[in-house]
Every structure is written in structure tokens, then in C-alpha cells.
T-cell receptor
Framework: GENVEQHPSTLSVQEGDSAVIKCTYS??????FPWYKQELGKRPQLIID?????GEKKDQRIAVTLNKTAKHFSLHITETQPEDSAVYFC??????????FGTGTRLLVSP | EAGVVQSPRYKIIEKKQPVAFWCNPI?????LYWYRQNLGQGPELLIR????????DSQLPKDRFSAERLKGVDSTLKIQPAELGDSAVYLC????????????FGPGTRLTVT
């Protein structure tokens, strides 16, 4: 089955810096890669996703890149703000519905 | 629109006792998911329903876990008997696959087995 590895497990940055979180997946048939943000004690919420026919997608300060050959994808957050502090999960799926999540990255943005 | 509703939010039980979790998905969402999230880990899929049919229950520990989704709306996940290792957050999610594949998560039920 699919296996998703995520790193780093923790990431501390200063406000205004950029943050990059990387994930690798094992199954080359995976075609959908969402990213979820989970604040402490709250539900995971989708922040951006990308499909395998696209190499990059951007939404304001957030972007995701996908390298199908290497089977890895990354989340980029620019101009980080304290409210970006949360745990971020990547996921991969074959057919959009069976998500396999990574282990999460705890992002801390210091003022 | 109202989000995914789950109850209870917290549950503490002794091992070997039964426990049940309830989920009400977003209105009109035909797909419902149950996940388990262990501390410091990502959610792991337990079961997926398309309307009232369980289409993927390959990761559901069927010796002690059961689920149902009567009438294709609300769903219940049950554990009987509970074990210490079942302590986790149980998340319900739903999606409307006719429009988007985004999964909307509920607030979860935090289960503690003592």
C-alpha cells in the first residue's frame, strides 16, 4: 500500500521567513496530494491540494510543488505569520478518496 | 453550511467496556469517512461509506470495531470491547464527490481508555 513520509517533524521560523515542508510517497499511481492544517485541539482543514497533472499550484502565500518522477511534493509558505503556527499534514491518494497521511510537521512561527 | 457534527467530544471508559461514536455529515455529502488519529500522528482511515454502503473497510479491526450508516446519512462507530491501545481521537469526515474531493472533518471524539 501507499506510504507517505514527511519531514521535518518540527520547524521553527521567525515571522516573515519562509517555511518548506517536504513529503515523499511510495505508490507511483497516486494522483491527488492535499495538505491539511490542524491547529491545537481542532479539526484538520484543507489548505491546498494538487493533482498529478499539475506541477505547481499557488494560493496567496501558500504554494505546493509536485515532482512525480522523484515521487515527492512540498508545501511552501512565504511571509509566515504567527497564525500559521499549527501542525501540517500532507497526504497522497490513488483516486482522490483513500488518503494516506504523513506524520505531520509542527510549525512554530515566532513574532 | 453547517459542518460535520460529532458526539461525544470526549469519552473516558475502562478497558473492556463498549463505546460508540456518532457522526452527522454535511448535508448532501454522499461519502463519509471514519479516521483514527493517534497522538502525534496523521489520521488513519478506518472505513469509508458511499451512501449506506461500506466500500472500504480494509483497515477496520473487525474483531472489535463495527460501523453503520443507516439511510446513508448519520453514522455510528462502535468499539466492543475497548482496549488501552484504542485511546485516540476518532475523526469523521464527509465529502461531496460530485463537486469536489475535499474532505471536511468533524471536531473528533477524544477517547481515553483506562
Amino acid at each position: 500500500g501507499e506510504n507517505v513520509e514527511q519531514h521535518p517533524s518540527t520547524l521553527s521560523v521567525q515571522e516573515g521567513d519562509s517555511a518548506v515542508i517536504k513529503c515523499t510517497y511510495s505508490d507511483s499511481a497516486s494522483n491527488y496530494f492535499p495538505w491539511y492544517k490542524q491547529e491545537l485541539g481542532k479539526r484538520p482543514q484543507l489548505i491546498i491540494d494538487i493533482r498529478s497533472n499539475v506541477g505547481e499550484k499557488k494560493d496567496q502565500r501558500i504554494a505546493v510543488t509536485l515532482n512525480k518522477t522523484a515521487k515527492h511534493f512540498s508545501l511552501h509558505i512565504t511571509e509566515t505569520q504567527p497564525e500559521d503556527s499549527a501542525v501540517y499534514f500532507c497526504a497522497a491518494s490513488i483516486g482522490f478518496q483513500k488518503l494516506v497521511f504523513g506524520t505531520g510537521t509542527r510549525l512554530l512561527v515566532s513574532p | 453550511e453547517a459542518g460535520v457534527v460529532q458526539s461525544p467530544r470526549y469519552k473516558i471508559i475502562e478497558k473492556k467496556q463498549p463505546v460508540a461514536f456518532w457522526c452527522n455529515p454535511i448535508s448532501g455529502h454522499n461519502t463519509l469517512y471514519w479516521y483514527r488519529q493517534n497522538l502525534g500522528q496523521g489520521p488513519e482511515l478506518l472505513i469509508r461509506y458511499e451512501n449506506e454502503e461500506a466500500v472500504d473497510d480494509s483497515q477496520l479491526p473487525k474483531d472489535r470495531f463495527s460501523a453503520e450508516r443507516l439511510k446513508g446519512v448519520d453514522s455510528t462507530l462502535k468499539i466492543q470491547p475497548a482496549e488501552l491501545g484504542d485511546s485516540a481521537v476518532y475523526l469523521c469526515a464527509s465529502s461531496d464527490n460530485d463537486r469536489t474531493y475535499e474532505q471536511y472533518f468533524g471536531p473528533g471524539t477524544r477517547l481515553t481508555v483506562t
